[in-house]
């Protein structure tokens, strides 16, 4: 007849081969004594090589901070309790059977077994918690640049479109010859790129209007091919690989043509002795498995575009860092580090998601995946750009910044428009109180006291027939919402050149905008 001690002991012996954490006895030489399935699993040690191992061939002297998936301070070594009778240690870093190295939290219990002292190891591995822990984190960090970054390109703006529009008065005035001309063009075309950068930011934080159209991109990728080759050059070959039942997604177009192009250039960078870009596009289905691993990912179908080179590849620590503004691997002069950023941030808007797969000396692929969208797809705008032209009509200008205000005044008299000018919504009232015919408002959208969209309601309210044009350089307002424009509105982006706001006035007046007259 089996003792109840027997029993006991087998009941306890089979718990402990049982847990699903790993499970090590150590004595008060530190000498493992006893090790459960899990302990082999994690440790990669047969039994046999397990038991009678010192502790501390276990356990690296690293810092759990200082290995991927392993955030956090190292504390009390293993084997030593924190409190008397037990503790809780960690994050620690385990070393395996084939040297490699683990992520652990651990807990140490004191045991007391036949006048002996022992301890009790529970070791958990934490790898993938941490790496999704990292991986919030780097969301978050990068949500907290772009908040960051898109108000810093709003206030810039308009900076810019003022320096921008006097440049060009100053260009006006000058003959092709004269010794200050070439000054004049420098300084225009310093502000040119200085725009150029504030529409980085602006996509980066998801603060870039757009007006998003359905369609299958692999056309658009297509159209792309020949630009393509041209900037690649003759010693990398290009490869494009599209599906014949490929879904529809939703995007402004320029911006997708945005995301190949500064991908395919990136790739083309890492291969400065030439290679193989591949761009490839399909549809794929994200399952939960693969959103568990990604937090900020939908179960769902989408549209794949992935860009692959066979270049040189990057480190986990480059990797984790790619898609951050001005981070770059490149030499001083040789980019912005804004090429990526604004990929993420164009992605993101598109409420599609982007991860990176690289190895050094094994390349890198890209991949984008946009949400599959049901429908009809739209027709794709065309590129022609009409000349900017004058006119004799009436336009109310309302813009609460003066010096920006001054400049649009002098452009749009300068074309031979008759302009009334306001600093705010109520300004702009008592201007039509009088009883002035207003073809047109252009009006910034966000200002004091009373803005843009509240002030063209009302006076709608007097003449349904007014057109209406928005101006802006931020997109958080009551026109546009997280970056895309309500169906009804003429917007026009700061900052702009003068040529841009001719243009755009003489569309909305002759009515070949969207819903250019359509009610507030």
Same mark, same amino acid.
């Given at each position: 007849m089996v003792s109840a001690q027997a029993q006991a002991n087998s009941l306890f012996h089979a718990a402990l081969e049982a847990a699903p954490d790993a499970m090590l006895v150590v004595d008060g030489n530190k000498l493992v004594r006893a090790a459960n399935a899990a302990a082999l699993a994690v440790f990669r040690h047969a039994r046999e090589k397990l038991i009678g191992r010192p502790l501390a061939t276990l356990v690296s002297e690293r810092r759990g901070d200082a290995v991927p998936g392993a955030t956090g301070i190292l504390g009390t070594p293993l084997g030593t309790p924190r409190a008397p009778g037990s503790g809780l240690l960690g994050p620690l870093v385990g070393v395996r059977g084939d040297n490699s190295e683990v992520a652990l939290e651990a807990t140490v219990s004191k045991l007391e077994r036949d006048g002996e002292q022992l301890t009790i190891h529970a070791c958990r591995d934490v790898t993938e918690k941490r790496k999704l822990e990292e991986r919030l984190l780097s969301s978050q960090r990068m949500e907290s640049i772009g908040r960051l970054a898109g108000g810093v390109a709003h206030d810039f703006n308009n900076l810019l479109a003022v320096m921008m529009s006097y440049g060009r008065f100053v260009?006006?005035?000058?003959?092709?010859?004269?010794?200050?001309?070439?000054?004049?063009?420098?300084?225009?075309?310093?502000?040119?790129?200085?725009?150029?950068?504030?529409?980085?930011?602006?996509?980066?934080?998801?603060?870039?209007?757009?007006?998003?159209? $359905?369609?299958?991109?692999?056309?658009?990728?297509?159209?792309?091919? $020949?630009?393509?080759?041209?900037?690649?050059?003759?010693?990398?070959?290009?490869?494009?690989?599209?599906?014949?039942?490929?879904?529809?997604?939703?995007?402004?177009?320029?911006?997708?043509?945005?995301?190949?192009?500064?991908?395919?250039?990136?790739?083309?960078?890492?291969?400065?002795?030439?290679? $193989?870009?591949?761009?490839?596009?399909g549809n794929v289905t994200l399952d939960q498995a693969y959103c568990d691993s990604h937090p900020d990912v939908t179960a769902g179908e989408y549209v794949m575009v992935a860009v692959s080179d066979n270049g040189v590849g990057m480190t986990e620590a480059v990797r984790l860092r790619v898609f951050e503004p001005f981070f770059t691997t490149k030499a001083p002069g040789a980019g912005t580090g804004l090429g990526l950023a604004t990929v993420y941030g164009i992605i993101k808007q598109a409420n599609g998601h982007i991860w990176v797969y690289s190895e050094p000396g094994r390349g890198t692929t890209f991949k984008s995946y946009f949400p599959r969208v049901a429908g009809v797809p739209d027709a794709l705008p065309t590129t022609r750009v009409a000349a900017a032209q004058g006119g004799t009509e009436t336009i109310l200008l309302v813009e609460d910044e003066a010096p920006l205000r001054r400049v649009a005044v002098r452009v749009l008299k300068r074309a031979g428009y008759n302009v009334l000018e306001a600093g705010n919504g109520l300004d702009a009232l008592a201007k039509v109180e009088t009883g002035v015919k207003v073809e047109l408002l252009v009006t910034d959208v966000v200002m004091p006291m009373m803005g843009g969209r509240e002030l063209a309601t009302k006076l709608r309210e007097r003449d349904p027939d007014l057109a209406v044009l928005y101006v802006s350089g931020y997109t958080e307002n009551a026109v546009v919402h997280h970056g895309v424009l309500d169906a009804d509105i003429i917007f026009l982006q700061k900052p702009f050149q003068p040529e841009e706001l001719l243009r755009r006035v003489r569309q909305v007046l002759d009515g070949s905008g969207a819903s250019a007259k359509a009610p507030g």
């Open positions: 260009a006006e005035t000058l003959d092709a010859d004269h010794p200050a001309r070439s000054d004049v063009d420098e300084v225009l075309a310093a502000a040119e790129r200085a725009s150029g950068l504030t529409r980085q930011l602006l996509a980066f934080s998801r603060r870039q209007v757009v007006k998003p159209l $359905r369609f299958r991109p692999s056309g658009l990728v297509k159209e792309m091919e $020949r630009m393509l080759r041209r900037l690649l050059g003759d010693d990398i070959e290009l490869m494009t690989v599209c599906s014949s039942e490929e879904g529809l997604i939703e995007i402004d177009p320029s911006q997708l043509e945005q995301v190949v192009l500064n991908l395919t250039i990136n790739a083309r960078d890492a291969m400065p002795k030439g290679g $193989r870009i591949t761009v490839e596009l």
